[in-house]
């Protein structure tokens, strides 16, 4: 009688093991700092607009949306930073915030070549209640870039990262225009 050969799994299943634990490994890689990162100068006619939220523990874990000229440019994250590349011109810089302020937004004239450093500043005691209910209000400050080179420059750079960070239904952000 003949015998029939038995495959054994357990090679198969080993090497889906190794490749899931590979791959999870891979997603816990760390962003390299800003200070490393290789970055293509800014080309003829543009200018480069910094954006980046110091991390406090106490303040909010929001993740608002950042805007120019009322179209998505990133999200702000605590202890990141990022970067768009966008026409020379005038720009109103605003983010999405529940409460309103005086001087919460900023407005900019940006000549070629230049780089203009955006932080963004959180207020969580803006709204509460009793009950362990706040919201947030943010604001925009426009930073000296001596001083902000320095306070970005560990922070992890997440430029190429984007369109990962806006999620399934903004991958694609309207080009930013000068008004």
């Not at 608002?64 to 009322?70: A, E, Q, R, V």
């Not at 009950?131 to 943010?138: C, K, Q, Y």
């Amino acid at each position: 009688m003949p015998t029939k050969s038995v495959i054994s799994a357990y090679p198969l299943r080993r090497a889906c093991t190794a490749a899931l634990v590979l791959l999870f490994l891979a997603s816990c890689a760390q962003l390299a700092p800003v200070a490393v990162v290789s970055l293509p100068a800014v080309t003829a006619g543009n200018a480069r607009v910094w954006f980046y939220r110091v991390y406090d523990p106490t303040e909010s874990k929001g993740r608002p949306y950042i805007y120019m000229n009322d179209a998505i440019v990133g999200i702000s994250e605590q202890g990141y930073a990022f970067y768009r590349d966008v026409p020379a011109g005038s720009y109103h810089i605003t983010v999405e915030s529940y409460g309103r302020d005086l001087y919460q937004f900023q407005d900019v004239v940006l000549a070629s070549g230049q780089q203009e450093y955006v932080k963004i500043l959180s207020l969580r005691s803006w709204v509460e209640s009793q009950r362990n209910f706040s919201r947030d209000t943010f604001y925009v400050a426009i930073i000296p870039p001596q001083f902000a080179q320095v306070e970005i420059s560990h922070y992890p750079f997440f430029g190429w990262r984007l369109s990962h960070w806006l999620g399934p239904t903004r991958t694609n952000p309207r080009e930013v225009t000068a008004n």
